[in-house]
């Protein structure tokens, strides 16, 4: 049997150094002109963030958000830009990171590897589209249900939400449930890796599921509807990620048996 070349010739650690240079040079211009057009954009990004607010409070009259500080809206486009930048950016930085690593890898390594760096980007998106479709309408709602009218010897209740304030919470709900939807690519690549198995996966279920809702508890706000909505697309999708091993493992069983056979021959 003819063992798999790497693709690339040896480099010398100076070349290695001189190559990562460039990779992370190229990945650091890539993320500032990513910035410098998000921030022209900030004010219709952040209005596109507001957006689910919005249209919970669009009865109400006289609904606005405000800023207490004067830098507070500035420093808040600022974060929007950033932010916005290293989501636009992470496929150049990503294809940087694979450029470097990659002359170094087997061409079965890298077959192996590149679906799940497509995979990464593409499930932080659904996870971060399930939270704005589906969990800001809820959760605004619920959060604004706690306004009152006031009454006799009553001031009223009713919020004003600070923008920079807003835009943590959003970004904390964004970020969590994108970073909870890369669970599948992390255990499947504890699987390729024999760290874990399916049926390891399977027998540890119900520890996994009480970690999943303690990591729904730590990374979301403390209302029930925000860490239901996390806890259970995670616990989904490690379900899903069993069955994935489980292919996996099928599809090493059948590769090491075509191997023996060649070996044999």
């Known amino acids: 049997m003819v063992n798999e070349e790497k693709d690339d010739s040896k480099m010398s650690l100076l070349e290695h150094l001189t190559e990562l240079r460039s990779r992370l040079i190229w990945g650091f211009v890539g993320f500032i002109v990513c910035f410098f057009i998000a921030f022209y954009f900030a004010e219709n990004v952040f209005a596109f963030l507001m957006m689910p607010l919005a249209e919970q409070m669009e009865s109400r009259a006289g609904a606005r958000m405000i800023f207490t500080a004067l830098h507070e809206a500035f420093f808040t486009y600022v974060k929007v830009a950033f932010f916005t930048a290293a989501f636009v950016s992470f496929p150049l930085i990503a294809s940087q ?3 470097f690593v990659a002359p170094g890898l087997y061409k079965k390594e890298k077959k192996a590897f590149l679906p799940f760096l497509i995979a990464t980007p ?58 909870g939807f890369e669970l599948p690519v992390f255990l499947m690549l504890l699987v390729k890796a024999n760290i874990v198995s399916a049926a390891g996966l399977a027998d540890k279920r119900r520890y996994a599921i009480v970690g999943v809702f303690v990591f729904a508890a730590i990374l979301t706000p403390p209302d029930v509807i925000s860490q239901i909505g996390l806890a259970v697309p995670i616990i989904l999708l490690y379900e899903l990620s069993i069955i994935g091993a489980r292919f996996i493992e099928k599809k090493r069983v059948v590769e090491n048996n075509d191997g023996e056979q060649e070996f044999k021959n």
Do not use: D, H, R
Request: no cysteine; aromatic share 22%.
């Open 97 to 99: 990171i694979w450029l």
């Open 122 to 179: 593409i499930l932080f998106f659904l996870g971060g589209a399930l939270v704005y479709y589906f969990i800001f309408p809820l959760a605004w709602e619920f959060f604004l249900n706690f306004q009152t009218s006031g009454g006799e010897g009553l001031l009223p209740i009713e919020v004003e939400p600070k923008v920079n304030e807003y835009l943590s919470l959003v970004m904390q709900l964004i970020f969590a449930f994108g970073l």
